[in-house]
């Protein structure tokens, strides 16, 4: 599968944005999903996670509240829709698939096999 993440800018601190990535190649439905984001000069780190059938989610802790994954199997996509942005949510933002059997959440790097290309986020104070 090949993903395509779109929808980074420029935001003020406290405004939202909604991250997309759109995938390709393979059925989509039988693939779990997340977004991770690595800022500049630190290690990529999980933001959120979905499962193959969008019925178990996963967020970080600095996610909670703020951010919502959701996928559309049928537009091949999955979102991230992010609230009361914060400077420190500033990254590149990675989504990220792997091929899954169950309803399992991946919430390691290493539980994705296929990766997009990185949107950039930055939030400004």
């Known amino acids: 599968v090949q993903l395509q993440a779109s929808g980074g800018g420029l935001v003020q601190a406290g405004g939202s944005l909604t991250l997309s990535c759109a995938a390709s190649?393979?059925?989509?439905?039988?693939?779990?999903l997340g977004w991770f984001r690595q800022a500049p000069g630190k290690e990529r780190e999980f933001v959120a996670g979905?499962?193959?059938?969008?019925?178990?989610?996963a967020y970080s802790e600095y996610a909670k509240g703020r951010f919502t994954i959701s996928r559309d199997n049928a537009k091949n996509t999955v979102y991230l829709q992010m609230n009361s942005l914060k400077p420190d949510d500033t990254a590149d933002y990675y989504c990220?698939?792997?091929?899954?059997?169950?309803?399992?959440?991946?919430?390691?790097?290493?539980?994705?096999?296929?990766w997009g290309q990185g949107t950039e986020v930055t939030v400004s104070s």
């Open positions: 190649g393979r059925t989509f439905s039988n693939y779990r």
């Open positions: 990220a698939s792997a091929v899954s059997y169950s309803d399992y959440v991946g919430l390691q790097i290493h539980d994705y096999n296929h």
């Open positions: 979905i499962s193959r059938t969008g019925g178990m989610t």
